[in-house]
């Protein structure tokens, strides 16, 4: 079975400034995704980052970043120049690779405080 | 824009009454689900179905069922709705193998 790990339930930031969300997942697969999404007020589900596991290189988008250690199955969200408009609800999820199911974590809730 | 459309946004039921929820997709996405909101616990997978007519239980599929007729649309069934079904409900779609899910925007579900 997976099991996807979030230990942080609340984290603050202060615009501008810099702050990693922590995931650890449990899997006995080789190959597989990791996802972080984003859930603001507005309720929808929002995809951040997308990494596969086979890929070495960890992902980025714009501020977005991953810090992606396989071996430790640890697979943080670095989120910098914070703004705003990233308040939201985080989550981590895990899928195999031959597989269409997603493994949710219960989520880091972040406020970026102006 | 792509999108997968929850008919209600907010929905009050009585105990005891037959509930269904309506999630719509228009991305020819094979697989469709239905997960659980509650604070603390995550998303919890209810059923998914990964073709027309096919499904399988999650985690928690206790008190619930599924319909899938058409591709592009995925129902969930509470036969008989109790006050420990109040929950937020988000339906997800996603294309083959590792597909990134697009969800959508939930169905908030109290049971009185």
């Known amino acids: 079975a997976q099991t996807v790990t979030q230990s942080q339930p609340e984290m603050s930031v202060q615009e501008a400034e810099t702050v990693t969300l922590s995931c650890t997942y449990d899997t006995s697969e080789n190959n597989y995704y990791l996802f972080w999404y984003k859930q603001p007020p507005s309720r929808q589900m929002i995809l951040v980052i997308r990494?596969?596991?086979?890929?070495?290189q960890n992902a980025t988008e714009n501020r977005f970043s991953v810090n992606f250690q396989k071996a430790a199955k640890s697979f943080s969200l670095k989120i910098s120049d914070s703004q705003l408009g990233d308040t939201a609800m985080y989550f981590c999820a895990f899928m195999k690779l031959t597989g269409n199911q997603f493994y949710f974590g219960t989520g880091t809730s972040l406020t970026v405080i102006p | 824009d792509v999108k997968v459309t929850q008919s209600s946004r907010y929905l009050v039921k009585r105990t005891g009454e037959k509930v269904f929820l309506e999630c719509v997709q228009d991305m020819d996405h094979e697989n469709m689900f239905w997960y659980r909101q509650d604070p603390g616990l995550g998303l919890r997978l209810i059923y998914f179905s990964y073709d027309v007519k096919m499904k399988e239980k999650g985690d928690i599929p206790e008190g619930y069922s599924v319909s899938r007729e058409k591709k592009e649309r995925f129902s969930l069934i509470l036969e008989s709705a109790s006050t420990n079904q109040t929950s937020m409900y988000l339906c997800a779609s996603s294309g083959g193998t590792g597909g990134k899910g697009t969800f959508g925007s939930g169905t908030r579900l109290t049971v009185v």
């Open positions: 990494q596969e596991a086979y890929k070495q």
